[in-house]
């Protein structure tokens, strides 16, 4: 069974950092490709970054580009995000989830984190 | 990268057939069968019911549908139920190597 399990969020002030943490099992993690995708309260979903498999090639959205750093440890099954210079337009539930095999969708997705950024 | 167009809300009755579209650009849905489509229960984690523009996922209802047109997807709902009530997001693949969602659409049986 995939699992997938968040952690890392929080309370944090603008300007600050944070770093989530995306746990994976039930799959062989180093095959797929891995995603984060974020919803703020009472919003709609807005996809935030993504990774390749081996971790080489990553992607990200215009909003995040340069703030945040997406990686993964596949000796750890883990998928990380890095958030900087986090603003209040940031305060979202933080989804971390896995692509289909082909790359072209998500066919898994954890819990969430949520992040408030407020001061 | 501007969100897909998704109508605000959709209705229909118990029985009936509905459909939800999204509209994209010649960057994004228009250029790649790369279209996801994703229902979501208020305070539940997304679900995967249709990819690739017309697959379906194993264990989804065969009530779901997907079909594009130029630049426009649509998601289908044959034999409305009172659990399909919920939120739909449709996703693409873009040429600029991201993805976007559309707005969101939410759902009513009346």
């Known amino acids: 069974e995939v699992q997938l399990l968040e952690s890392g969020g929080g309370l944090v002030q603008p300007g600050g950092s944070l770093r989530l943490s995306c746990a994976a099992s039930g799959f062989t993690f180093s095959n797929y490709a891995m995603t984060w995708v974020r919803q703020a309260p009472g919003k709609g979903l807005e996809w935030v970054s993504a990774?390749?498999?081996?971790?080489?090639?990553?992607y990200y959205g215009d909003s995040v580009r340069g703030r945040f750093t997406i990686s993964r440890d596949n000796s750890k099954n883990t998928l990380y995000l890095q958030m900087n210079s986090l603003r209040a337009e940031d305060t979202a539930v933080y989804y971390c989830?896995?692509?289909?095999?082909?790359?072209?969708?998500?066919?898994?997705w954890g819990q969430g984190t949520l992040v408030t950024v407020s001061s | 990268q501007s969100a897909l167009t998704q109508p605000a809300s959709v209705s229909g009755s118990p029985g009936q057939s509905i459909t939800i579209s999204c509209t994209g650009t010649?960057?994004?849905?228009?250029?790649?069968?790369?279209v996801s489509w994703y229902q979501q229960h208020p305070d539940k984690v997304p679900k995967l019911m249709i990819y690739d523009v017309i697959k379906r996922p194993s264990g989804v209802s065969d009530r779901f549908s997907g079909s594009k047109s130029g630049n426009t997807a649509s998601l289908t709902i044959s034999g409305l139920q009172a659990e399909d009530e919920a939120d739909y997001y449709c996703t693409s693949y873009t040429s600029s190597s991201t993805w976007v969602f559309g707005g969101g659409t939410k759902l009513t049986v009346l």
């Open positions: 990774l390749s498999g081996s971790g080489a090639t990553t």
């Open positions: 010649s960057n994004d849905v228009g250029a790649y069968n790369y």
């Open positions: 989830a896995k692509c289909l095999t082909s790359g072209t969708g998500i066919d898994y």
